[in-house]
């Protein structure tokens, strides 16, 4: 089993409502392979974590690499694992909006809202995309650009 981390950009804006009506397919597809996932979308950019199965695992990643919809696709990490840490959650999409305090977006209080535990890699990944790492777009419709990549 393995746990691959992958970040991209839409070419194009995508509406809430296309998203739903792929996120329902893509969980089919992941229900149907033993994939496990969680899909972060912010103002365009995108941060999977996929967990399951290696040959279904690659299959995917293999098919997103040919999307068209993907721009800038980044392989953030591919490890083997144990037990799948989204064990239970096919596809769980995940569009956080900013706080209206003004305070950053947390890892741990959007996890503790959808009820998982994370911990250690994937934690810091998730944290790091919400703090700006691995974007292309900046928000109001100014022109894509990476803003962090490391």
Known sequence: MIRLIYSSAAHHPVSAEAMQTRIRRFRDYNRSQDIVSVLLMLNDDFL????????????????????????????????????????????????????ADGKPLSASAIARDAGWTLHGKVQHVIQSFLDGKWHHHLPNGMNPQVLRRG
């Open 48 to 99: 999977q974590i996929l967990e399951g199965p290696e040959d279904a695992i690659d299959a995917l990643y293999q098919r997103i690499a040919r999307d068209p919809q993907h721009h800038q696709l980044t392989l953030l990490s591919r490890e083997e694992i144990d037990h799948p840490m989204l064990a239970n959650h096919p596809l769980e999409y995940l569009a956080p909006a900013p706080q």
